[in-house]
């Protein structure tokens, strides 16, 4: 038996996907390749994980052929995290964004023609779909990219679709929904509140406040892959599946559940210039997840949110390295609030 490859799998989802893994199913043998980009953290793992038997780190880029060939020898199943993935960022600059996204798929799904894996998971996301047009979101909602991050998911998404359809690969799509939880990197929404809410600082919400996602808290997100790699694979192979809970949460409501869970004043809400492009509805339907993996998540929203600023409290040391000593997080997060946004991102009441 072989190894399961996760590529990505030092950043957010992925490192709580490795965690998972290595508590539910210590004796699988994992190879993680990952090129430690800004998002990367082998810091998301205890010394006790990184010196698990079957804990293998490879330090390598998804879109060197050579490493990934030589990364996927000796896998039987493959599950593909790695990706620029911040939607700020690809509005700022968006090469990286097709060259890892894009090509970087590319270069793994050729690799997969000349390999033995038994089945390859492909993490695509909900924000391939642009703005829900009707809920629940189906998988056959229209694609409408509405970011360069979510154009250069479709592009992968329906990359490796094109590989199952012309090559017969045993490839699967899952299109997570917005997930929040414990290692998310500070720059994304969530984490991004609860550091200035501990920090007293002001939370900047885009637009009126009132744009919804339906929030996945990461616990569940990675159950319901591990599913897809345990499932009966005739069922699954060329299918896309989404995984989110049917429930949509507005960006104010969440930021009035983070300063009263934290104790902080509501006068730190301000509201800053939209961001171009911005998604203003997202709401799963769950009935194919649940059909086809079995799968439905338990986390209510506000329980998650609770677990995850606990986790934002305990872990300070974790958080501080990272805005303390990332060149890039402080850097990107001072450029986009402080000129890019349109309005210059300064709050506006
Ligand atoms: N976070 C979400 O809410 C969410 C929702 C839906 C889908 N997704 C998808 O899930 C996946 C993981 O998201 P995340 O939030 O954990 O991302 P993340 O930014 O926290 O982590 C990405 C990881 O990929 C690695 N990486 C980046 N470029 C690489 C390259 N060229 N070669 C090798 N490794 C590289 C980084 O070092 C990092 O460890 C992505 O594909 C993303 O599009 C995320």
Same mark, same amino acid.
């Given at each position: ?87 700020? $960022?690809?509005?700022? !600059?968006?090469? @990286? ?11 793994? %799904?050729? &690799? /997969? ?13 909900s924000e391939?779909y642009g703005t829900a047009e009707s809920v629940p979101m189906?998988?056959?909602h229209?694609?409408k990219?509405m ?27 899952? $299109?997570?929904f917005n !997930?929040?939880? @414990? ?11 609860? %550091?200035? &809410? /501990? ?8 637009g009126d406040g009132k744009n919804t996602r339906d929030w ?28 989110g809970?049917g429930k949509e949460t507005n960006v104010?409501t ?24 911005h998604v203003k509805r997202h709401c799963a339907s ?64």
């Amino acid at each position: 038996m072989g190894y399961l490859l996760v590529t990505g799998g030092a950043g957010f989802i992925g490192s709580n996907f490795v965690r998972r893994m290595l508590r539910e199913h210590p004796e699988r043998k994992m190879m993680i390749l990952d090129a430690l980009t800004y998002a990367g953290n082998l810091d998301n793992f205890s010394e006790e994980e990184r010196s698990h038997p079957n804990f293998d780190f490879r330090h390598g880029d998804i879109r060197d052929p050579k490493a990934v060939a030589d990364a996927m020898k000796g896998a039987d199943q493959v599950i593909h995290f790695a990706a620029e993935t911040h939607v700020d $960022r690809s509005i700022d !600059n968006a090469d @990286p964004f097709v060259s890892t996204d894009v090509k970087g798929t590319q270069v793994l %799904l050729e &690799a /997969l023609r000349r390999s033995d894996v038994e089945r390859f998971i492909h993490i695509s996301t909900s924000e391939v779909y642009g703005t829900a047009e009707s809920v629940p979101m189906t998988e056959d909602h229209p694609l409408k990219p509405m970011s360069p991050y979510a154009g250069c998911k479709v592009g992968a998404d329906r990359l490796a679709y094109s590989y199952y359809a012309t090559y017969d690969l045993p490839i699967v799509i899952i $299109r997570p929904f917005n !997930n929040y939880g @414990p290692n998310q990197f500070p720059e994304k929404l969530i984490p991004f509140f609860i %550091l200035n &809410a /501990l920090q007293d600082k002001p939370l900047p919400m885009y637009g009126d406040g009132k744009n919804t996602r339906d929030w996945v808290f990461v616990e569940d997100c990675c159950e319901g892959l591990g599913r897809a790699l345990a499932q009966d694979l005739a069922k699954l192979k060329g299918e896309v599946i989404n995984l989110g809970t049917g429930k949509e949460t507005n960006v104010l409501t969440i930021t009035d559940q983070i300063l009263t869970h934290i104790g902080k004043p509501l006068e730190l809400k301000k509201f800053v210039a939209d961001r171009p492009g911005h998604v203003k509805r997202h709401c799963a339907s769950t009935a194919k997840a649940q059909k086809l993996l079995g799968w439905r998540a338990k986390t209510e929203f506000k329980v998650g949110l609770g677990k995850m600023i606990d986790w934002y409290v305990e872990n300070e040391r974790w958080w501080r390295n990272i805005i303390e000593t990332k060149r890039e997080y402080h850097e990107f997060t001072v450029r986009w609030y402080e000129e890019t946004l349109p309005g210059g991102g300064r709050p506006r009441g």
